[in-house]
């Protein structure tokens, strides 16, 4: 069981963790929803796996921090602090307390013990009626779990895959279950289907644009590199930051730091104008 304190603007507010993911965000339809004026609609993601949960931020433009440190994928630990603007989640794991629950010949005992006149052996033989049943529903649920039909192994499967953040397979895995006929699939599987399909393509195109994004970087990184190298051929190195800036022109309101670069690099490099432009 896990648990988000959220603190923001001075106040304090407690969300259970019930759901395998939590998107955090301004947007209204987020488990957590932000008033901080930086938090992105669809911001972060604390996501269950295997072996906790995992902190996964959505390519947000200002970022998500965790214990002061800019992150884009990380494992939570109880204690973790999320800073998203001036708004700070403290993620914390409430381990289970275990009942001291006598075991069941235990109980039938202590029944038997309470009540006058009942002999020994009638304990020994509830007893064993007691194992006997517990033994009985132990071999018809082994019986049950064998059976997992053809569309739960393959959604599992596909889960597996999406845990280790192989997106574009856990997709196709998934594609997997529509070539079942509808009656015969799982009725949870029907109704979770759809929601996790969604989330595997946010990711992958999440994952899409931040391969675009690098890529744009360094390709600024190499024009960098050739003005400064070769100064002297100002045309060339127009020419291709003009390129650059055509090539990825539906992105540049996203990427501010190339974009300054790339009006640096213009003004250190100028266009020479009139005449003095014309080369023999």
């Not at 079942?180 to 029907?190: Q, S």
Request: proline share 5%; hydrophobic share 40%; with cysteine.
């Amino acid at each position: 069981m896990a648990k988000l304190t959220i603190r923001e603007k001075g106040r304090g507010r407690i969300y259970e963790i019930c759901e395998d993911i939590v998107v955090v965000g301004a947007g209204s339809d987020c488990n957590v929803v932000l008033r901080d004026p930086t938090s992105s609609k669809l911001h972060c993601q604390i996501r269950k796996a295997k072996d906790g949960y995992r902190l996964i931020d959505l390519e947000t433009k200002s970022g998500t921090q965790l214990n002061g440190e800019f992150v884009n994928q990380s494992p939570l630990k109880s204690g973790d602090k999320i800073q998203i603007g001036e708004a700070v989640i403290t993620f914390e794991e409430v381990a289970r307390i275990p009942l001291d629950v006598p075991k069941l010949g235990e109980r039938v005992r202590r029944k038997a013990a309470a009540k006058p006149g009942l002999p020994p052996n009638a304990v020994a033989g509830l007893i064993v009626a007691g194992v006997a049943l517990v033994v009985l529903i132990l071999v018809i649920g082994f019986r049950k779990s064998a059976a997992v039909k053809e569309d739960e192994r393959i959604y599992r499967e596909a889960m597996a895959l999406y845990d280790a953040a192989r997106f574009e397979d856990a997709l196709s895995k998934l594609m997997e279950i529509e070539r079942i006929p509808l009656g015969d699939r799982t009725n949870w599987v029907v109704r979770e289907m759809p929601d996790k399909e969604r989330d595997i393509k946010t990711m992958i195109e999440s994952a899409s644009g931040m391969k675009i994004r690098k890529e744009a970087e360094y390709e600024m990184y190499e024009i960098d590199k050739f003005a400064y190298a070769r100064p002297a051929e100002v045309d060339e190195i127009h020419r291709r930051l003009d390129a650059w800036a055509a090539k990825y022109r539906e992105l540049l309101g996203e990427m501010p730091v190339q974009v300054e670069r790339m009006k640096a690099i213009r003004e250190n490099y100028p266009k020479e104008s009139g005449a003095s432009a014309q080369k023999p």
